[in-house]
């Protein structure tokens, strides 16, 4: 709701951190809630939406529709998630933003642009080198770029990163 109030206000830094903030809260909520996990995807979609990040909301959508497979008898939340679709296919900009990224990936690329090599980031991180370079390649693809470099300075424009 932050993400959506400070879009309304105009405010698209502001939007773009509490839409990244508020991505791990979808991952938190449990099936216990099902209610509330469609209707944190939605608005998180809705967000999404109007940041132009269409990789994101479509992300958002693929959960929403998981969980309503899951638990069909949502009230008028298969509605939303349907008006949501219609609005992601006017979407005629393909950006990729912070949502479209797991848990996992935003962690990693906080600390991608550090110059150490994917070993030391495994050991910062607790993973293995292979996971690191799963994960970057994983970014990469859906920045669109071939290297570290590029997928730092594509993070650092979009304000995903600080200078």
């Known amino acids: 709701m932050a993400a ?12 773009r951190e509490h839409l990244t903030l508020g991505g791990p809260l979808r991952l938190r909520v449990t099936w216990a809630l099902p209610f509330l996990a469609v209707q944190i995807r939605l608005e998180l979609a809705r967000a999404s939406i109007a940041l132009q990040d269409a990789a994101g909301a479509r992300i958002l959508l693929a959960e929403v529709d998981d969980l309503l497979h899951q638990r069909p008898e949502l009230g008028n939340l298969p509605g939303q998630a349907a008006q949501l679709r219609t609005g992601l296919e006017l979407l005629h900009h393909r950006v990729i933003g912070a949502s479209s990224l797991t848990e996992a990936e935003l962690r990693l690329l906080r600390v991608l642009g550090t110059h150490h090599s994917f070993r030391e980031i495994g050991e ?38 600080a200078d």
């Open 124 to 161: 910062q991180l607790f993973v293995s080198p292979h996971t690191v370079k799963s994960h970057a390649m994983s970014i990469y693809r859906k920045f669109g770029v071939s290297s570290r470099s590029q997928a730092i300075q594509h993070a650092r424009e979009r304000g995903l990163l």
């Open 4 to 15: 959506r109030a400070a879009i309304h206000r105009g405010d698209l830094a502001a939007a």
